[in-house]
């Protein structure tokens, strides 16, 4: 039969162990616990948090020519009503991330890997600079009916040229390039070394 001495110095080497025990553990779960700040999620949010990314941006100038040819006398006389507008404006393009898919955001937080394909570059807003924007001529032949909207029908068109010209000026491909560089500085940020980022190519209409 073990004495009362012998008792108490085993409850305390068992008292030890399981403090042992415990020290060794507790350590090793709080860390576990701790490795799942950089998950997929977090990633997706933070490039989703830059909205429509404004990546790239082109002042444009153009002179517009509005014409409204008409006829008289069953097309025995022809005349007009004419504007010509010096249009100044502002073309900017970039990527809506809202348009980010879950499965364009592949990430690896153990080897610190990140891949991101982004949605294609589009123009986002074409802004006619209206106090810059100027008529440059005006004129109605002696017969013409005047139409007090062709101005506003010159600025109309002035916006859809300043946005084809600033395309056909290779901004989407700008914007582009731009947005990559944001988004994979974005994502270094959050501590990924590796980062890829690509564009998918643009949507099918």
Do not use: C
């Not at 415990?22 to 799942?36: D, H, K, M, N, Y």
């Amino acid at each position: 039969m073990l004495s009362l001495r012998t008792g108490l110095w085993l409850l305390v080497v068992l008292v030890a162990v399981v403090a042992g025990i415990a020290i060794f553990w507790l350590p090793r779960g709080q860390s576990v616990s701790s490795t799942g700040v950089r998950s997929t999620p977090s990633v997706i949010v933070a490039v989703r948090d830059l909205a429509r990314l404004e990546s790239m941006e082109y002042h444009v100038e153009r002179v517009i020519d509005v014409r409204d040819r008409q006829s008289l006398l069953f097309g025995l006389v022809k005349t007009q009503d004419a504007i010509l507008l010096v249009a100044v404006g502002t073309v900017t393009a970039g990527v809506d991330l809202s348009l980010l898919r879950d499965g364009d955001v592949a990430v690896d937080p153990a080897r610190g890997t990140a891949r991101i394909t982004l949605p294609p570059a589009v123009v986002l807003s074409t802004r006619l600079d209206n106090e810059r924007s100027w008529v440059y001529a005006r004129t109605t032949d002696l017969l013409a009916k005047r139409h007090e909207d062709l101005e506003s029908r010159a600025r109309l068109e002035a916006e859809r040229t300043l946005q084809q010209t600033a395309i056909e000026g290779g901004i989407l491909e700008r914007a582009r390039v731009n947005a990559e560089r944001t988004v994979a500085a974005l994502v270094r940020s959050l501590g990924y070394a590796d980062v890829t980022v690509v564009s998918r190519a643009e949507d099918p209409r």
